[in-house]
């Protein structure tokens, strides 16, 4: 039952705004009967990015419920600008985008009813056209999901997920199933993310892929 | 004495209490206060009961309407309290787990599931006992106290079967501690049955305000028997919940150190 | 669109394109409550007296079956987590889907009602009331189903349990409405217990979804 072990490499060009941002103090986080990881503290500024390592079971989908705030934690808090991540409020809420291993679509609505759905329900904005086109699926427009490959469910999911306007993202393997063009696709969806001052913690073991600067890398 | 000096004792004493009562929450001290406590609990409740029985088969007076054939409330009436005394207290242990992430309070509740259905069950027997030669059937299902007592046996067994049905131990804890709450209206509605039906069973008989409807040299020995079935209970779940809280700790050290026979 | 239109438009979407899912509600309460007569006695007499338990009895058990699946799917699908982490209260979110679920079995349930009443006898002057009864039965006995399937959405073979949880839960409804019934076919007022249905109705209304929410939330941990 010993604690994974822990390794952050840092950006050493680290501003310091305390409030805004992911903070992350003393997390310890227990699968059943196992300790995953205990003492994680880590810090991310708007802008900033962050990269989730470690092999299959060592707690990378756990930490990432954590951060969303659908798991507690035996010990330590999350805030995400200030307020904890657990008792949050619906308006800061929206500003959280959290994307799983499950893609949370349905599949008996057509793939434009699941992104419009997701669209009205988070108040997001944005033509879900040119989405579609950018990712190949325009012609699945109105097909229904269960007619859909894996890869295309995930292009779905991730499109749902663009659609918003989240300040934080939280990825769980977002490039299963996707092809190179995909990955291309979704890895510059993350720079200019970052770039617009967004922050986006990816859990992922194929960081060559995601080609983009990470000021963070935690390795669970 | 001064006031500021009452104060300070009285806030030294309420601190205290305080701290005791959160260092219940840590399974080694409880299993440590539950080991000196259960053997008074035992002997308390075998006197009591012993007692009770005693002055509930000679020493009280046969009823003017029923005779002899009274006489089994002095074991229907206690279990029936306990057993809603039961409910509450899971349902009421089940929630502190639930808001506060209290394990030792989910303990309790798991712990104190069957003993309750067993005096549920053990209130309804006796009640058919009973009714038998009272109202001339077994079980009358017009009677409303009965059937929510019924009602209750279930709530227990749902509790136990909802919680056994999870392999996650915390998941089991938290659902569980939900259908236990959402269960607790049952009690008042058993308790109220009486009076808002009118129906086989009597009235209150003890809790009223006015001049109560029994006897004392009958209603004492009830007394009598329903604290020691309290105190039963609580030995009972007591100890239930020492193996209980072995289980859940097994991998800490005071539980290993225990195991091996160390002194305290 | 607030969030609780929105969601009962994507239900009552979903499950119209499942019809197929629709009807096995409707046909198994159809089943049960032809099963009773056959097991017990087709004499007249006897049937109008016992008619409207079974029917009471039918309704609940098809209220069961027809929301075990009620949260399962989207937990499955992953679309449960995003309704909880979204700025909607999670108990406004399970009822809109109770409330669909109610209108696309309970309302049928209600309509077919009469005529398996009127198989068992039934005096017509009875059936207004018996349809007011279950009109005001059914929504409580969603929203019990409703509790099972969220108490149960993180077993595997979850479904048998809910069975156990919630019909001791529905024995109110079921004393109630059965009351009433009998009530109406005597030809006496039934005002009495129509009240208590309505006022079991919006208690569980209120509270119902607040539980539900809360063992979701649990399921999702």
Redesign the interface.
Known sequence: MAAACLYIRQDPNLSSDSRAGLTVTSLEVWRGERRLFSDLSFELQPGQASYITGPNGSGKTSLLRVLAGLSVPAQGVVTWDGASVSRLAPELRAAIAYQGHLEGLKKDLTVTENLAFYRALWVGDGDIEPLLDELRLDEFADREVRYLSAGQRRRVALSCMRLRRARLWLLDEPLTNLDAAGAEVISAWLREHTAAGGTAVIATHQTDRVQGTAALEVEL | MPQHYAWAWNKDLIVGLVRWFHSLASPPHFYRLAQRLSPWLIATSVVLIVAGTYGGLVLAPPDYLQGDGFRIIYVHVPSAYVGMLAYVMMAGAAGIGFIWRIKLAHAVAVSVAPVGASFTFLALVTGAVWGKPMWGTYWEWADARLVFELLLLFLFLGYMVLHAAFDDRDKADRISAILAAVGVINVPIIHYSVEWWSTLHQGPTIARLDAPAITLDMLVPLLVMILGFTLYFAWLVTRRLQGEVLERERQARWVQRLAAGEPE | ?N?FA?ILR?DL??AF??WGELATPLIFFVIVASLFPLALSPEAYQLRDAGPGFLWIAALLSSLLALDGLFRTDV????M?????????LALIVLAKTLAHWLVSGVPLIALAPFLALSFYLPLEALPVLVGALALATPTLSVLAA?GAA??V??RG?GA?IG??VL??T?PVL?FGTRATSLAIHGEPAVGPLYLLAAFAVLAISLGPL?CA??LR????
């Open positions: 669109m969030a929105l994507r979407k979903i394109r499942r499955q699908d992953g679309s987590e995003q309704l909880a982490l979204s700025p909607a209260p509790l108490l149960t993180s077993i979850g349990i156990l949880l001791p839960l024995a004393i539980a809360a063992a649990v399921g999702l941990e």
